[in-house]
Structure formats: structure tokens, C-alpha cells
């Protein structure tokens, strides 16, 4: 009877010898954020303490089994990038050492993905133009959780300047042919979006348009200079004659100097072989369009030059 006494008060403290030394964990497992969203990474780590000799072994899993686990150099800490489906998530780890193991855990619970918030609507430069205008839309939008947000534009007509279409600002020209156009706008946050949209009115020109791109107005040469104008002409039915005129100071002498027919980028190169006598002063330099199948429909743009005479002086010039 003696024996058997002997024999269970050994035993028992055989067990009370084993639990002191598994692993020790101090303070339980801990994270960064409980409260994470879809595809946020959380950092988790645990402190633990070896009571006897050799390194510790760890094993970390999720329940239910998703998100991903992102290994670090360090076993006792790890990264956890939780999964696109909210919900509640209990996160595990077991320390291990020659003589048993220790475990601990967290619940995590993972929120509702949020869109991004607008702060108002498109905000236009103009809401009605006319065909090739330029409008600048611009949206604010504030993210609810840590992150960049994207832009996608789209359009039912005309065309993006540059054709940027992916930031919060953006430009856009016109199209030719008159009415109501939409610009729309998609804000993500990678898991989330909202959408908006804005009309713009263009109004259809019935003359075309014309518009001297070089050189800039009150530019300024001497005469026998050559003189290069560049310019752009569009009309909804086309183009079908462009002419480039130079007008002397008096407004008398309206010279045509050449003629262009249709170009397939609307956009037109004349050159003045020499600035002669009757421009010298202010004369005044013209591109005139006409539309295609519109008799006497014509547009036109047109900028002032400087005109300088030759004179003794140095290098001969004014």
C-alpha cells in the first residue's frame, strides 16, 4: 500500500516538473489592429521564454484558413495580410521547445470593405462650351482606410488632353459636333468604389473653327525675313480650303499668299518666303477656313507682327 502512494505522489510531480518547462508565453499573442479591412496587413507577434536549453519552435495558423501569412526573419513575429471577405478570424501560434508546447490566440475581426468617400461632385471649369474647348473636371474623394486611391475616367465624345485619364484632375477637349456629352468617374481603393458622373453642353459652331498656333500675336521680324505660320482648322463636315492672308498696316492690301486643301489632321503650315515693303509696321497676319459642303461658311483667326525695317545700323538692322 506504502508502494502505491509513493508511486502516485511521484508521478504527480513528474507532471508538475513537465508543464514548468514548456514554453513560457508572456502577455499572449498580440497584434497591431484586432479590427482590420480586406487586405489590410497586421503585424502579430508573441514574447515567449525557453526554460530549458535549445530554440524554439513556432507554428502559426488562422481559423477559418484565410488571409495570407507573410514569414519574417524572426519566427516570433509574422505578418498576416487578411483576406478580401469580412468577418471574424481567430489568428493561433504554438510554441514549442524539447519538452511540450505552449499556445495563445487572438480574434480578429476583419470589417466591412468602405468606398471612398466624395467630398461633392465633378467639378467643371464650364459646364457648356463650344466644340474644341478645353474643360478641366476635377473630383475629391477621402479614403476611409490607409491607402492611394485611383481614378478611371471615361467619356462619351471628345478626347482627354495628353490623354492623361487616371488622376483626380483631368482635362478634356470638346468634340466637334454639338450636345450633351458625359463625363464619368470611378474612385477605387483597391476593394471598393463609387462612381459619378457630370454633363457638359457643347454647342456646335456653325462657322469653323480656326486657331493660329505660331507665331504668338505681336511677334516680331524684319523684312526680309521668312515668316512660318502654323495654325489648325476643324469644322463637324470637314474642312475644304484653308487660306493664309497678310494684310499691310492700312487695312488696304489683303495679299493671299496660299492656299491648302484638306489635311487629315486639320492642322496647316504656310510660309512667307520674305516680310516685304508694304508690312513693314503692324500688319496683321490671317488663316481663313472654309467648311465642306457649306457654301460661304467660313471661319477665321488671326494675330498682329511686328514689321521692322532695315536700316544702318548694327548687323544693318533696327
Same mark, same amino acid.
Given at each position: 500500500m506504502m508502494l502505491v502512494i509513493i508511486s502516485f505522489v511521484a508521478c504527480d510531480g513528474l507532471n508538475d516538473i513537465l508543464e514548468e518547462d514548456v514554453p513560457e508565453i508572456e502577455g499572449g499573442l498580440k497584434v497591431s489592429n484586432d479590427k482590420p479591412?480586406?487586405?489590410?496587413? *497586421?503585424?502579430?507577434?508573441?514574447?515567449?521564454?525557453?526554460?530549458v536549453e535549445g530554440e524554439l519552435q513556432y507554428s502559426w495558423e488562422v481559423s477559418p484558413n484565410y488571409g495570407t501569412f507573410l514569414l519574417q526573419n524572426d519566427p516570433s513575429?509574422?505578418?498576416?495580410?487578411?483576406?478580401?471577405?469580412?468577418?471574424?478570424?481567430?489568428?493561433?501560434?504554438?510554441?514549442?521547445?524539447?519538452?511540450?508546447?505552449?499556445?495563445?490566440?487572438?480574434?480578429?475581426?476583419?470589417?466591412?470593405?468602405?468606398?471612398?468617400?466624395?467630398?461633392g461632385g465633378i467639378v467643371l471649369s464650364d459646364a457648356s462650351v463650344i466644340a474644341l474647348d478645353t474643360v478641366t473636371a476635377s473630383i475629391s474623394a477621402t479614403n476611409p482606410r490607409t491607402g492611394p486611391l485611383s481614378y478611371a475616367w471615361t467619356k462619351t465624345g471628345g478626347h482627354w488632353v495628353d490623354g492623361i485619364s487616371d488622376?483626380?484632375? *483631368?482635362?478634356?477637349?470638346?468634340?466637334?459636333?454639338?450636345?450633351?456629352?458625359?463625363?464619368?468617374?470611378?474612385?477605387?481603393?483597391?476593394?471598393?468604389?463609387?462612381?459619378t458622373f457630370?454633363?457638359?453642353?457643347?454647342?456646335?459652331?456653325?462657322?469653323?473653327?480656326?486657331?493660329?498656333?505660331?507665331?504668338?500675336?505681336?511677334?516680331?521680324?524684319?523684312?526680309?525675313?521668312? *515668316?512660318?505660320?502654323?495654325?489648325?482648322?476643324?469644322?463637324?463636315?470637314?474642312?475644304?480650303?484653308?487660306r493664309f492672308y497678310a494684310i499691310t498696316p492700312d487695312g488696304v492690301s489683303d495679299s493671299l499668299i496660299q492656299s491648302k486643301g484638306t489635311s487629315l489632321d486639320g492642322k496647316y503650315s504656310f510660309t512667307l518666303q520674305k516680310a516685304y515693303k508694304d508690312l513693314v509696321g503692324y500688319s496683321t497676319l490671317k488663316v481663313e477656313a472654309e467648311a465642306a459642303n457649306q457654301l460661304h461658311t467660313k471661319g477665321s483667326d488671326q494675330i498682329s507682327i511686328h514689321v521692322l525695317g532695315i536700316h544702318l545700323g548694327k548687323d544693318g538692322r533696327e
Open positions: 479591412y480586406p487586405l489590410d496587413t *497586421i503585424n502579430c507577434s508573441v514574447n515567449a521564454t525557453n526554460p513575429a509574422i505578418k498576416w495580410i487578411a483576406p478580401a471577405e469580412h468577418g471574424d478570424y481567430t489568428i493561433k501560434v504554438k510554441v514549442e521547445n524539447t519538452e511540450g508546447a505552449s499556445k495563445a490566440s487572438k480574434k480578429i475581426e476583419v470589417l466591412e470593405a468602405q468606398q471612398p468617400i466624395l467630398n488622376r483626380d484632375t *483631368i482635362r478634356w477637349i470638346a468634340p466637334l459636333t454639338g450636345g450633351n456629352y458625359t463625363l464619368t468617374v470611378v474612385v477605387s481603393n483597391g476593394l471598393s468604389s463609387v462612381q457630370r454633363q457638359v453642353n457643347v454647342v456646335s459652331s456653325t462657322l469653323p473653327i480656326v486657331h493660329i498656333t505660331s507665331p504668338v500675336n505681336n511677334s516680331m521680324f524684319y523684312l526680309d525675313d521668312p *515668316i512660318t505660320v502654323t495654325a489648325e482648322a476643324a469644322h463637324e463636315n470637314g474642312i475644304a480650303l484653308v
